[in-house]
């Protein structure tokens, strides 16, 4: 059982910076691989991009390749979510997932636990 607690949402200009942080109690984090998605009103939860228990992979959606860069840190059991160059088309919910053994996966379905989601909100 992994536990999982997103932060580091805010209201930001168009073009800014935020980091958003996943922290992760329980059994064995560095085990999982983990992910970030995010959800704007009316529409369905979308991938944002993974990362392995080693980070040694990652993977980004092509809406956010080249602004958005994951990274972790095993020993203090925390997803990190570097945000730059942000656009209004980037205001949602976002949350992290951890997936506990097998293949990396963009699909919301093969994650195991989720955390409860953080408010990014981008304006123009």
């Known amino acids: 059982q992994v536990q999982l607690v997103e932060s580091g949402g805010g209201l930001v200009q168009a073009g800014g910076s935020l980091r958003l942080s996943c922290a992760a109690s329980?059994?064995?984090?560095?085990?999982?691989?983990t992910g970030w998605f995010r959800q704007a009103p009316g529409k369905e939860r979308e991938f944002v991009g993974y990362?392995?228990?080693?980070?040694?992979?990652?993977s980004y959606a092509d809406s956010v390749k080249g602004r958005f860069t994951i990274s972790r840190d095993n020993a203090k059991n925390t997803m990190y979510l570097q945000m730059n160059s942000l656009k209004p088309e980037d205001t949602a919910v976002y949350y992290c997932?951890?997936?506990?053994?097998?293949?990396?996966?963009?699909?919301?379905?093969?994650?195991?636990?989720w955390g409860q989601g953080t408010q990014v909100t981008v304006s123009s």
């Open positions: 990362i392995s228990w080693s980070g040694g992979t990652t």
């Open positions: 329980g059994r064995a984090f560095s085990t999982y691989h």
């Open positions: 997932a951890a997936k506990s053994s097998g293949w990396l996966s963009a699909t919301s379905l093969r994650y195991d636990y």
